[in-house]
C-alpha cells in the first residue's frame, strides 16, 4: 500500500490548482517541485508532506505529473527505476502528450490518467475532461472522488480531449 495517496511532480500553477483542489480530499498528499521553496509554501497551507520527484513515484498511488510538457522526457528518465517499479497510477496534466507517447516514456503496462484541467479547479469551480489507459473501473471512481473538490470531471474519447478542453 502506497504511502500517499497523491503525489504532485511539478507545483507550478496547474499543479498547485489541482493540489490544492485534491487537499480537501482530506487524503494524504506529497508535494515536489524542482524549486523545493515553491512546494514548501504549498504545502504549508495544504498541509501536506514535502519530497523529492523520486519520493512521489515511489511512495503515491496517484503520481500528478505537471511539469512542462517539454521537461517531461528529462524528469522521465531521471525516475526511470522508480517509475519501472511502481504500481502507481500516473496521472498527466501534460498538454499535448497522448496516452500512446506516455506508454512509451512511462512503460506500456502502466496505469495512465490524462487530464486536461483548467485553473478554476483551485476553487472547485474547473472542468477536467479525461480518458484513461490501462485503469480500472474502481481505480478511476477513487481518481474521480479525489478529484471531485476540483469541480466537473468528464470522460471523454482522447481524440477529443484537446478540442473538449479549448470549449471548457
Request: one cysteine or more; hydrophobic letters at 50%; glycine letters at 10%.
Amino acid at each position: 500500500m502506497a504511502e500517499f495517496k497523491m503525489g504532485f511532480i511539478g507545483t507550478g500553477n496547474m499543479g498547485s490548482a489541482l493540489a490544492r483542489a485534491a487537499a480537501k480530499s482530506g487524503e494524504r498528499m506529497l508535494l515536489a517541485n524542482r524549486t523545493p521553496e515553491k512546494a514548501e509554501a504549498l504545502a504549508a497551507v495544504l498541509g501536506a508532506k514535502v519530497g523529492t520527484n523520486l519520493q512521489a513515484a515511489a511512495a503515491c498511488e496517484y503520481i500528478f505529473l505537471g511539469v512542462k510538457p517539454q521537461m517531461v522526457v528529462g524528469v522521465v528518465e531521471g525516475l526511470k527505476a522508480d517509475i519501472l517499479a511502481s504500481e502507481g497510477i500516473f496521472v498527466s496534466m501534460l498538454a499535448g502528450v497522448s496516452l500512446e507517447k506516455l506508454a512509451l516514456l512511462l512503460g506500456a503496462d502502466k496505469k495512465i490518467i490524462r487530464i486536461m484541467p483548467n485553473t478554476p479547479a483551485s476553487v472547485g469551480e474547473g472542468m477536467i475532461q479525461y480518458c484513461s489507459s490501462n485503469v480500472t473501473a474502481e481505480e478511476e471512481e477513487a481518481f474521480l472522488r479525489i478529484m471531485a473538490p476540483a469541480g466537473r470531471l468528464d470522460a471523454v474519447p482522447e481524440s477529443l480531449i484537446d478540442a473538449a478542453s479549448c470549449v471548457s
